[in-house]
């Protein structure tokens, strides 16, 4: 098997809302003009760059289109009924003047609205986890396909709310095309420029046009799409390339290009009969294409800026709707006309800001801008209007053939079609195409060149040109608007990397908690930087997390090669946590810190734990059964439940592990000693199998450390300690030599339990020698090392290490855990150029090793499982709707596609389990089911120690120089001084050091609580080692 790809963790913080609407701005609109209910007019769809998808009732609105009728057809009737010489104008076909019969309210521009319907929420689901860019309906208006910049083409059954992946490219999808309602396919474009066409029954994908020609053509990027002619036998795409490129449906061969536009094309449309193309591109053009003749028919000039929206359900493309960059909404109606200068265009709105989408039905369009509400427009009927023009262009043709002169009755007739224009539609709306300016050219060419002559022969002063005028919209307000939410666009990470700081939309300034997934307090409508300074700490903290605002949501993304790198002293923390299920209180020792990776993932799959830790116990009991040939009933283990205290033995702080030690490892002292650099060691994973061989009730393995009370036993030296044992140092490496548990260790004297040699000593070499050797072979940790990352379950080391430090440089470090996979007997061995291939590296993987182990071993009595306690991941209360995503980043495409999404509360419910076995992959299921985590060298920071003038000595034998690991803080190193000066310096009055010691950096005195990271990047801000010098408190 070939290893996936990398896998990430995201989890979703939003606060909570009563209000439906988008987050962000619109990018897609449909409209259903049959919902499954009389109840409604019609449902509209819209889908934003929030990633949601909703769909809204469309109530006491005449959504359904009547159909489009000949102009001439039209032109007869009314001939016959109305004269010829009473014009149009007497009657009136458009729906504005019918309803001066009812209720009406009359508009600015003098023209009469309908009483208004309104539009209600109706459902919403979140289909994808980036931009949703385009929609499309199929099956009948049953179903929405959606496409979004996470690569994926999915369809979602809003009456069952069911969603279902129909496939994905390898770069963004940008746009969707489909035939018709009866069709089964649908055709996605996107940046991976393919053209890909789906089956709507599920048969995946039917056909895949390579628009980039193999890489060849680099601007082959899929923007639109569009489909046409009998049975949608023609696909039409474009791009930056700026060619509309004509595909045949059935085979994916090249029909014809179309090359005119000079930017990136937009919005194509193809009529049903399969002879016309209409486009619209960033040139500010709309082009209307011949398929059967070859070439450009018409280019139209409506629009000053770029045309990112086309919409028509005319079935010959003569009526048509565009929007631009600017916000301006055109119609134009191009019906019994041969000239594209002759067409009707009518300024129908202005949105004020680029319109994304346009789409229209019935009396009303809609519109999408990057503004999450939605507006509902006023549509007009062109056809009284279009009607008028097409006589007076007529009447002006026949007046002017031949040059003969007018008749009355044709002069009468062109006024009488101007009368009727201007009572249907200001004329400050109609736009002209003929030379780019507003208003209809009611003008015939004899008039213009006669007038043009007087003034010629006129001895006055010809004035200068006047401007155009500017258009005026036929609506200035909307019908309607659907709200929408405020969305977040902005966010801070503060020094903590804890908390983060939002602006939305509406300019309001929030405070996050990430471990509590919560919102902590809003400070207003201020400014977020100034609010970022106010209460922004002084600290360092490693990063563990990626933070991002891209959907409206703040969105925290964890990932294997970073996200256990941040570790938070608990007494930091230890008064915000929240009740624990406990009848005693958590109790943590002195500087223990806690793993904020390790610390949100087992709250956030905590109900993931308890329905895994069930299923084991099922296992094991039916193999006991089977083994023992009698039923064996036991009942399952207790719960895992935040709200209450589960009674099993994971959460017990006594709990052991099959092999008898204790699954809660003290955390390894803050010393500071001398030591040669050493194997990896990572503070965020205690050892969890120590001495595979030891029982039940074996007594666990005391742990050296120095500063664990009386009971523990330590040395600070990097090499060996009493009886030849290696030393659990924090700074230096993890346990190389495990002492057997039979071993007595006799406990060092309180005079040799911190004493550190200035030099290392020829015994002292002689161990380090002996463990160099131990460290190369294969059972050893260094061997063990090597193989990380050559298996498919072994966990890769990071790339983020400190460089070797040179022999006999004074090294110094603090606290943590080693990686339970150096010891655990559950992973297996991988030997040196092999490749463990057995298990996956997923969920699945991991529980497959687990069940394995059980039955190499032949016991089932004991659960392999080793989950991690409150003490050291204390309980959180995290709220039960907070999304979780695992996507993966594909290794040939341009981002990440979902392979789950769920809740916290969900992710322990069967049908998510049976989805997460095969999405969670194999470091979070090593982690949450074994407590191991990704094995990393310590970083450290090397620091100097001198003191403070002449009131207290240096120190010793070239103690002065050191370095430890970054988390180290400031009273462990006067600890540290105090326990190096000379005996015969005289000691505070106070019981520890920190009392009566000080620490000076760059002339400041550094606060106790600052570590050695926060030191470096806060007050010393250089280069090199770090000055440190110490002195009395009182000294000045």
């Known amino acids: ?20 609407g988008h987050t962000l701005g619109i990018n897609s609109l449909a409209v259903d003009p049959n919902p499954p209910s009389s109840q409604y007019s019609g449902l509209l769809y819209s889908a934003g760059r929030d990633g949601m998808i909703m769909a809204w009732n469309l109530e006491n609105m005449t959504v359904k289109n009547a159909g489009y009728a000949s102009i001439d057809d039209i032109d007869a009737d009314m001939t016959t009924t109305a004269g010829l010489t009473t014009g149009v104008g007497a009657v009136s076909l458009n729906h504005i003047g019918d309803d001066t019969k009812a209720n009406t309210t009359p508009s600015t521009n003098g023209v009469v609205k309908k009483p208004q319907g309104k ?56 746009c969707l095309a489909v035939d018709n309602q009866e069709s089964d396919w649908i055709a996605s474009g996107g940046l ?133 960059r600017s916000g301006l909404i055109v119609k134009t109606d191009m019906r019994g006309t041969s000239e594209a200068e002759d067409s009707m265009c009518v300024l129908v709105c202005n949105e004020h800001e680029g319109v994304n989408k346009v789409v229209a039905s019935g009396d009303y369009l809609w519109t999408a801008t990057a503004n999450s509400r939605i507006h509902r427009w006023r549509d007009v009927d062109t056809t009284p209007a279009t009607m008028q023009l097409q006589r007076l262009q007529r009447s002006r043709r026949r007046s002017s053939a031949g040059y003969q002169a007018r008749s009355q009755d044709s002069t009468l007739l062109r006024q009488a079609a101007m009368a009727g224009i201007a009572s249907q539609i200001p004329v400050a709306s109609l736009i002209s195409l003929n030379a780019g300016t507003y208003g209809p050219s009611l003008l015939d060419p004899e008039e213009i060149t006669l007038a043009s002559a007087t003034t010629m022969r006129s001895e006055a002063p010809v004035p200068p040109p006047a401007e155009p005028p500017q258009p005026e919209p036929l609506w200035h307000n909307p019908d309607e608007t659907i709200e929408g939410q405020t969305g977040l666009i902005k966010h801070i990470l503060l020094n903590d990397r804890r908390r983060v700081l939002t602006v939305d939309t509406a300019g309001e300034v929030v405070l996050w908690d990430l471990i509590k997934c919560v919102m902590v307090r809003s400070y207003g409508s201020r400014d977020i930087q100034e609010v970022a300074d106010e209460i922004n700490t002084f600290e360092t903290m490693a990063n563990w997390c990626q933070v991002n605002t891209r959907t409206g949501q703040l969105a925290v993304v964890l990932e294997e090669s970073y996200c256990f790198d941040a570790e938070i002293y608990a007494d ?53 059964f089977a083994l023992s040939g009698r039923e064996t009933r036991r009942g399952p283990p207790g719960r895992l439940s935040f709200s209450h205290m589960p009674p099993m033995n994971s959460w017990n702080e006594s709990a052991r592990n099959a092999n008898g030690t204790s699954m809660l490892l003290p955390t390894p002292g803050l010393v500071i000693g001398l030591a040669t650099p050493a194997p990896a060691y990572n503070p965020a994973n205690p050892p969890l199998h120590v001495g595979a061989d030891a029982n039940a009730n074996a007594t666990p393995m005391p742990i050296q450390s120095a500063d664990m009370g009386p009971t523990s036993t330590a040395t600070a030296s990097g090499g060996g300690g009493p009886g030849g044992a290696i030393v659990t140092d924090y700074f230096s490496s993890a346990l190389a030599q495990v002492q057997p548990p039979s071993a007595a260790v006799a406990p060092p004297s309180s005079s040799t339990a911190s004493e550190i040699p200035a030099t290392p000593s020829a015994n002292d070499a002689a161990a380090e020698d002996q463990a160099g050797d131990n460290l190369s072979t294969s059972s050893s940790l260094m061997g063990r090392l090597r193989s990380f990352g050559k298996g498919r379950l072994t966990r890769t080391t990071s790339t983020e290490s400190t460089k070797q430090q040179e022999g006999g440089k004074i090294d110094a470090g603090g606290g943590g855990a080693t990686d339970g996979a150096t010891t655990s007997g559950l992973l297996p061995t991988v030997e040196e150029g092999k490749v463990d291939q057995s298990y996956d590296d997923t969920l699945a993987g991991v529980l497959q090793r687990i069940q394995n182990e059980y039955e190499s071993n032949g016991t089932y009595d004991t659960s392999n499982f080793s989950v991690s306690v409150p003490s050291e991941t204390p309980i959180l209360q995290i709220p039960t709707e907070t999304a979780i995503i695992i996507s993966e980043q594909r290794v040939d495409a341009g981002g990440t596609m979902d392979l789950y999404r769920g809740t916290v509360s969900s992710c322990g419910e069967d049908s998510d389990v049976a989805t997460l076995q095969d999405a969670a992959p194999g470091w979070l299921a090593e982690f949450l089911l074994l407590n191991k985590t990704p094995q990393k060298e310590l970083v450290k ?16 034998n070239g103690n002065a120089r050191l370095n430890a690991y970054r988390m180290l803080r400031t009273k462990k190193i006067l600890a540290y001084v105090e326990e190096k000066l000379d005996s015969s310096v005289k000691r505070g009055p106070g019981s520890s050091a920190d009392e009566w010691l000080e620490l000076v950096c760059q002339g400041q005195v550094v606060d106790n609580s600052f570590t050695l990271a926060t030191i470096r990047a806060r007050v010393w801000r250089s280069g090199g080692d770090v000055v440190l010098l110490y002195r009395r408190k009182d000294t000045k």
């Not at 098997?1 to 439906?20: D, E, G, N, P």
């Not at 109790?587 to 308890?610: K, P, S, T, Y």
Request: glycine share 8%; proline share 4%.
């Open 1 to 20: 098997m070939v290893r996936k790809t990398s896998r990430k963790i995201t989890y979703l913080l939003a606060s909570q809302s009563s209000h439906h």
């Open 119 to 174: 539009s209600t929420f109706r459902a919403q689901v979140q289909m994808h986890t980036h931009w949703v860019n385009d929609i499309a309906l199929v099956n009948n208006y049953q179903n929405v396909v959606s496409c979004s910049s996470d690569l994926t083409v999915k369809i979602w059954h809003p009456r069952t709310d069911a969603q279902t992946t129909i496939g994905q490219h390898h770069d963004f999808v940008k």
């Open 192 to 324: 991976d420029r393919k053209v890909i066409l789906w089956d709507l029954n599920g048969g995946g994908e039917k056909l895949q046009i390579d628009v980039g020609k193999k890489g060849e053509n680099q601007k082959g990027s899929i923007y639109a799409l569009g489909t046409g002619g009998p049975g949608g036998s023609i696909v039409g795409s474009g791009g930056p390339d700026s060619i509309v490129r004509l595909w045949d449906q059935r085979t994916g061969g090249s029909i014809l290009d179309f090359v005119g536009h000079t930017g990136n094309i937009r919005a194509i449309l193809i009529n049903k009969a399969g002879n016309l193309v209409l486009t619209g591109s960033s040139d500010a053009t709309i082009k209307l294409w011949s398929i059967t003749a070859g070439r450009l028919v018409h280019t139209l000039n409506m629009h000053d800026t770029s045309v990112w929206s086309l919409h028509s359900s005319h079935p010959n493309l003569e009526v048509f709707h565009s929007s631009d």
């Open 572 to 624: 930091e923390v230890e008064a915000d946590l929240p009740p624990q299920p406990s009848t005693e209180p958590l109790q943590f020792r002195d500087d223990q810190r806690i793993n904020l990776g390790r610390w949100i993932l087992r709250n956030l799959f905590a109900n993931l734990i308890e329905a895994e830790i069930t299923r084991d116990s099922n296992f094991r009991a039916q193999k006991r």
């Open 941 to 956: 920071v090397s620091f100097v120690l001198q003191p403070f003038g002449d009131a207290l000595p240096a120190l010793p």
